[in-house]
């Protein structure tokens, strides 16, 4: 059996979930799930033209002769294009995690195709952000947070919850920052189960190295 719950394309928030209204709260039924590639993300294709897209031009200004981007340059480069809008630029730590949640061949950097992943990554962040800040207070509170991450396809115990918000937020709320920063560990750390969990049914033995390695990237 998969994983419970339901996924589905991010940043589509007509989504249909079987028995839900979106505008209600999502209901609790078990841990993370992810039955399309990953949750929370949308699928990455590799064809690609340079020609005329703002975000290479972002890209190439800030990269390297290596042309790649290590946590500084990508903190630099994000903030140059202003995707964060009106919301406090990222900070190092957050692009740090950034990279480790894309960084497939252990550069410690991110290549453009990775960059262009994150990219579309963070504009659907930012769009889920922007739904569930009802109140456009530029924060989400435990309640909100509950349902942008129920929007993007996981469903997480209220304890699960409950941890997030108390790791994540200042006085009970979330900035973008720190927003982007949950997702990027959720998903990297749900896609590092997934990946041992071969027989898809939410359980998985792990050595102790293992862990550590997977953990500890994040």
């Known amino acids: 059996m998969a994983y419970?719950?339901?996924g589905g394309g991010f940043g589509n928030f007509s989504i249909q979930v079987p028995g839900i209204q979106m505008e209600q709260p999502v209901p609790e039924t078990g841990p993370a799930v992810l039955l399309d590639e990953y949750c929370g993300?949308?699928?990455f294709s590799d064809a690609y033209s340079s020609a005329g897209d703002s975000v290479y031009t972002y890209f190439s200004t800030v990269a390297g002769q290596d042309g790649e981007l290590d946590a500084e340059e990508l903190q630099r480069c994000l903030t140059q294009s202003g995707i964060s809008g009106t919301y406090s630029p990222f900070?190092?730590?957050?692009?740090?995690i950034m990279i480790a949640m894309l960084d497939r061949d252990y550069t410690g950097k991110l290549g453009f195709s990775e960059f262009k992943e994150l990219w579309a990554a963070l504009n659907a962040w930012k769009q889920n952000f922007m739904t569930v800040d009802q109140d456009g207070s530029g924060t989400v509170e435990h309640h909100e947070l509950r349902q942008a991450i129920g929007l993007m396809g996981y469903r997480l115990s209220s304890q699960t919850i409950t941890?997030?918000?108390k790791r994540y937020s200042k006085n009970g709320r979330i900035f973008f920052d720190?927003?982007?920063?949950c997702c990027v560990k959720l998903r990297a750390l749900t896609d590092f189960f997934r990946k041992r969990d071969h027989l898809q049914q939410g359980s998985v033995n792990f050595m102790y190295d293992d862990f550590l390695q997977g953990t500890m990237a994040i």
């Open 4 to 6: 419970p719950g339901y």
């Open 41 to 43: 993300f949308p699928a």
């Open 91 to 96: 900070s190092l730590e957050t692009c740090r």
């Open 163 to 165: 941890t997030i918000v």
């Open 178 to 181: 720190d927003y982007v920063a």
